[in-house]
């Protein structure tokens, strides 16, 4: 399983990003995928998800009507538009995925791309 994360950067604060995550090794079209942030002294945290086919999408509180998750199966690709950044969403973003295994899940991530809001 490999996670490729692009499209970090800085950014002013009201700017925006995409984020984008290129995955290999797996089914993707069947793989729950999720962007998680960790910003430095604090615990990583969920900030959205999106089911296999796209359907079904969740977002943390805290980027709800800013951010939006979104795949593309033909392209093996998930992306997180960031819209109206603020500086407390400075973190490092990760690509996860993960699989079942016999008594819970395996956990995949990439090597996470830089975000910084700031004037």
């Known amino acids: 399983v490999q996670l490729v994360e692009s499209g970090g950067g800085l950014v002013q604060p009201g700017g925006s990003l995409r984020l984008s995550c290129a995955a290999s090794g797996f089914t993707f079209s069947t793989a729950e995928m999720s962007w998680y942030r960790q910003a430095p002294g604090k615990e990583r945290e969920l900030v959205a998800r999106i089911n296999s086919d796209g359907a079904t999408t969740n977002y943390v509180d805290s980027v709800k009507g800013r951010f939006t998750i979104s795949r593309d199966n033909a392209k093996n690709t998930v992306y997180l538009q960031m819209n109206s950044l603020k500086p407390e969403d400075t973190a490092v973003y990760l690509c996860?995925?993960?699989?079942?295994?016999?008594?819970?899940?395996?956990?995949?991530w990439g090597q996470g791309t830089q975000v910084a809001v700031s004037s």
């Open positions: 996860n995925t993960y699989a079942r295994v016999l008594f819970g899940r395996r956990d995949y």
